[in-house]
């Protein structure tokens, strides 16, 4: 056996959802020995339910048919565009017609007129991570990450893998990130000798905190980074799974200032997970090496190029599919918006996000200065926290949540980047995520799955803290 020598590389962590979903099989058995049901509320999968893929395939077969009927092809052998180009390599762009009729449909939403060629296909908002990452990781030199205490695990995991990146953590309040302390990290890190290209974000439905940051901490927090000269990325997974009307609804940070963001879309949430459909957006230019300004899109075309060379180009048309309806007079029409496609799995969403509110209160409301919860305007998460500190959230409290009373949660301390650990070793020991957006059943079953597990969750905190209801 050979061992190659690799002194440089460091041990690599492994996050606490994979521990969990490592351990879940053992634990979920010793809770099943004891005749305990498994309550699902830590997944923060979409449900099965709305990401049923036979009713897409049927839709996309049929779009597909009518895109090789309008090319009006004489010779019955030859190959719709589609087809060839869903088989061939492509420009690492992606068949233009997908990103007009996502510039269409996503401008059209957010009010704003979108560049089609200054979308640059990823793998899922993941692949938007890395490539927004390895482009200013690049050089070799020191930089550093802003980010929110609590962050997204992968965007953590991605960071991590960057020897020379170091993230710079922002607390937040109830509205968003704290815009004294996202400034001076922007300035401590720039003191310390790194780069600090980005602030990296989940504004709506924040995953994993459970809230949507404010208007006007949007707001605070554009002009900073436009002060400070630095990239917002905003990862938008839950923009459409969203709570409120239009009225209320906030703007995602692309729509107000395309110039200072990089927007990740992806289709997971929206569509499915599966074909890893995402695109990055920016307006943004970079002043490089010799005093020149380049189009931070030409940058990640470049590395995306040299990265995956083109996403796959089927999964493209379909999520193309995706975007049309059936016209009233046969043939399709593009729906011109992702509300329509939104309320489909708004309609299961919305219902699991009420049963876990309404749970929560009625199992635990009594309390309010021992328990409290986020009220989330998008997303599939709440946050809840122990208020008193009386209790630890750590590994072994979510352990024996499984073990004892069969309800899975997440802990909230491994979302804590290290610096905010340094600075506060309790930080997120005292809270859990709770997700509503998974189960294994359907329709009544769903409803019922979800209230009990909310219902068995509750009654677990109430025995551990000896509380008894009037
Ligand atoms: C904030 C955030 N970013 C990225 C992702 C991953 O998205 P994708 O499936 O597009 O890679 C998730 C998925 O849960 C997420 O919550």
Same mark, same amino acid.
């Given at each position: 056996?050979?061992?190659?020598?690799?002194?440089?590389?460091?041990?690599?962590?492994?996050?606490?959802?994979?521990?969990?979903?490592?351990?879940?099989?053992?634990?979920?058995?010793?809770?099943?020995?004891? %005749? &305990?049901?498994?309550?699902? &509320?830590?997944?923060?999968?979409?449900?099965?339910?709305?990401?049923? *893929?036979?009713?897409?395939?049927?839709?996309?077969?049929?779009?597909?048919?009518? &895109?090789?009927?309008? $090319?009006?092809?004489?010779?019955?052998?030859?190959?719709?565009?589609?087809?060839?180009?869903?088989?061939?390599?492509?420009?690492?762009?992606?068949?233009?017609?997908?990103?007009?009729?996502?510039?269409?449909?996503?401008?059209?939403? @957010?009010?704003?007129?979108?560049?089609?060629?200054?979308?640059?296909?990823?793998?899922?908002?993941?692949?938007?991570?890395?490539?927004?990452?390895?482009?200013?990781?690049?050089? %070799?030199?020191?930089?550093?990450y802003i980010t929110d205490a609590p962050t997204y695990a992968g965007f953590l995991a991605r960071s991590a893998l960057c020897h020379h990146a170091r993230v710079f953590s922002v607390e937040m309040d109830d509205e968003g990130p704290l815009v004294d302390v996202f400034v001076s990290q922007i300035r401590a890190a720039r003191e310390a000798g790194y780069e600090v290209p980005?602030?990296?974000?989940?504004?709506? %439905?924040?995953?994993?905190?459970?809230?949507?940051?404010?208007?006007?901490?949007?707001?605070?927090?554009?002009?900073?980074?436009?002060?400070?000269?630095?990239?917002?990325?905003?990862?938008?997974?839950?923009?459409?799974?969203?709570?409120?009307? !239009?009225?209320?609804?906030?703007?995602?940070?692309?729509?107000?200032?395309?110039?200072?963001?990089?927007?990740?879309?992806?289709?997971?949430?929206?569509?499915?997970?599966? *074909?890893?459909?995402?695109?990055?957006?920016? =307006?943004?230019?970079?002043?490089?090496?010799?005093?020149?300004?380049?189009?931070?899109?030409?940058?990640?075309?470049?590395?995306?190029?040299?990265?995956?060379?083109?996403?796959?180009?089927?999964?493209?048309?379909?999520?193309?599919?995706?975007?049309?309806?059936?016209?009233?007079?046969? !043939?399709?029409?593009?729906?011109?918006?992702? @509300?329509?496609?939104? =309320?489909?799995?708004?309609?299961?969403?919305?219902?699991?996000?009420?049963?876990?509110? =309404?749970?929560?209160?009625?199992?635990?409301?009594? @309390?309010?200065?021992?328990? !409290? @919860?986020?009220?989330?305007?998008? %997303?599939?998460?709440?946050?809840?926290?122990?208020?008193?500190?009386?209790?630890?959230?750590?590994?072994?409290?979510?352990?024996?949540?499984?073990?004892?009373?069969?309800?899975?949660?997440?802990?909230?301390?491994?979302?804590?980047?290290?610096?905010?650990?340094?600075?506060?070793?309790?930080?997120?020991?005292?809270?859990?995520? &709770?997700?509503?957006?998974?189960? $294994?059943?359907?329709? =009544?079953?769903?409803?019922?799955?979800?209230?009990?597990?909310?219902?068995?969750?509750?009654a677990a905190v109430r025995e551990m803290f000896e509380l008894t209801r009037e």
């Open positions: 056996m050979t061992t190659i020598d690799m002194p440089g590389l460091r041990r690599q962590a492994v996050s606490v959802t994979r521990k969990m979903a490592a351990s879940l099989p053992g634990l979920r058995q010793m809770a099943e020995e004891k %005749g &305990l049901k498994i309550h699902h &509320l830590g997944a923060g999968y979409p449900h099965p339910e709305v990401t049923d *893929p036979r009713g897409f395939l049927t839709h996309q077969q049929a779009y597909f048919e009518h &895109l090789a009927g309008n $090319e009006g092809l004489n010779d019955a052998d030859a190959v719709p565009e589609y087809l060839r180009e869903s088989y061939s390599y492509t420009d690492t762009l992606g068949p233009r017609s997908v990103r007009e009729t996502f510039a269409r449909a996503y401008g059209n939403d @957010w009010r704003i007129q979108l560049d089609a060629d200054r979308m640059v296909p990823t793998v899922g908002a993941t692949g938007g991570i890395n490539l927004v990452c390895s482009m200013f990781e690049r050089p %070799g030199t020191p930089v550093a980005l602030y990296y974000t989940v504004p709506d %439905g924040h995953n994993p905190a459970g809230f949507s940051f404010s208007q006007s901490r949007r707001e605070q927090i554009l002009a900073a980074a436009r002060a400070e000269r630095i990239l917002i990325v905003e990862d938008a997974p839950y923009v459409y799974i969203n709570y409120t009307s !239009g009225a209320q609804r906030t703007r995602p940070f692309f729509a107000m200032a395309p110039e200072q963001t990089v927007h990740l879309f992806t289709g997971s949430k929206i569509g499915f997970p599966g *074909p890893r459909v995402g695109f990055l957006y920016s =307006e943004a230019k970079l002043a490089i090496a010799g005093g020149v300004e380049v189009d931070l899109t030409e940058f990640a075309v470049t590395e995306a190029s040299a990265d995956m060379l083109f996403q796959n180009p089927a999964a493209l048309y379909g999520f193309e599919a995706l975007l049309h309806r059936p016209g009233e007079e046969g !043939g399709f029409a593009e729906r011109g918006t992702f @509300w329509e496609l939104a =309320e489909g799995k708004l309609a299961v969403y919305r219902e699991m996000r009420q049963i876990m509110l =309404e749970g929560l209160e009625r199992g635990l409301g009594a @309390w309010p200065e021992h328990f !409290g @919860w986020t009220h989330p305007d998008a %997303g599939f998460f709440t946050v809840f926290t122990f208020r008193d500190g009386s209790v630890r959230t750590d590994e072994a409290f979510t352990n024996d949540l499984v073990t004892n009373y069969g309800v899975v949660a997440i802990p909230m301390y491994d979302f804590y980047p290290e610096d905010a650990r340094d600075r506060d070793a309790n930080a997120g020991f005292d809270q859990l995520r &709770l997700s509503f957006c998974f189960s $294994e059943s359907a329709g =009544e079953d769903r409803r019922r799955d979800l209230t009990e597990a909310v219902d068995a969750f509750c």
